[in-house]
């Protein structure tokens, strides 16, 4: 399985159009759907499965196998340049990413990380 943080966003869905391109489509999608005009991006696309971005932090700071993970593309940052909440961005950007990266280190799987 790849797993595509942020897989609803720009970014993140041209990772998954590329990867079911190439004939890919055990895919775990992770974001946010809080803003649904994200889910457009998903219509067209062959993923597995898709989980809320707090379940799956839940997860994996919870140190919870996720099943034969070939690898991580990280793109769940926000990328607001109007983004004023220091908090949210600290958790977000830095926090969850950096439990990411620990969960793949951990268990050596490839961490691609483009947000």
Same mark, same amino acid.
């Given at each position: 399985?790849?797993?595509?943080? @942020? @897989?609803?966003?720009?970014?993140?869905?041209?990772?998954?159009? $590329?990867?079911?391109?190439?004939?890919?489509?055990?895919?775990?999608?992770?974001?946010?759907?809080?803003?649904?005009?994200?889910?457009?991006?998903?219509?067209?696309?062959?993923?597995?499965?898709?989980?809320?971005?707090?379940?799956?932090?839940?997860?994996?700071?919870?140190?919870?196998?996720?099943?034969?993970?070939? $690898?991580?593309?990280?793109?769940? $940052?926000?990328?607001?340049?109007?983004?004023?909440? @220091?908090?949210?961005?600290?958790?977000?950007?830095?926090?969850?990413?950096?439990?990411?990266?620990?969960?793949?280190?951990?268990?050596?799987?490839?961490?691609?990380? $483009?947000?």
């Amino acid at each position: 399985m790849i797993i595509v943080t @942020g @897989g609803a966003g720009f970014i993140g869905s041209n990772i998954v159009k $590329a990867l079911n391109d190439k004939g890919i489509t055990d895919i775990l999608v992770v974001d946010n759907l809080k803003d649904g005009t994200k889910f457009v991006n998903l219509v067209d696309l062959n993923i597995a499965d898709y989980m809320d971005k707090e379940d799956f932090l839940i997860q994996i700071m919870s140190g919870e196998e996720l099943g034969d993970i070939e $690898a991580i593309f990280h793109e769940g $940052a926000c990328s607001s340049t109007t983004e004023w909440d @220091g908090k949210y961005m600290m958790d977000n950007n830095y926090q969850y990413s950096k439990e990411l990266l620990h969960y793949c280190l951990e268990r050596e799987i490839p961490f691609l990380y $483009a947000s």
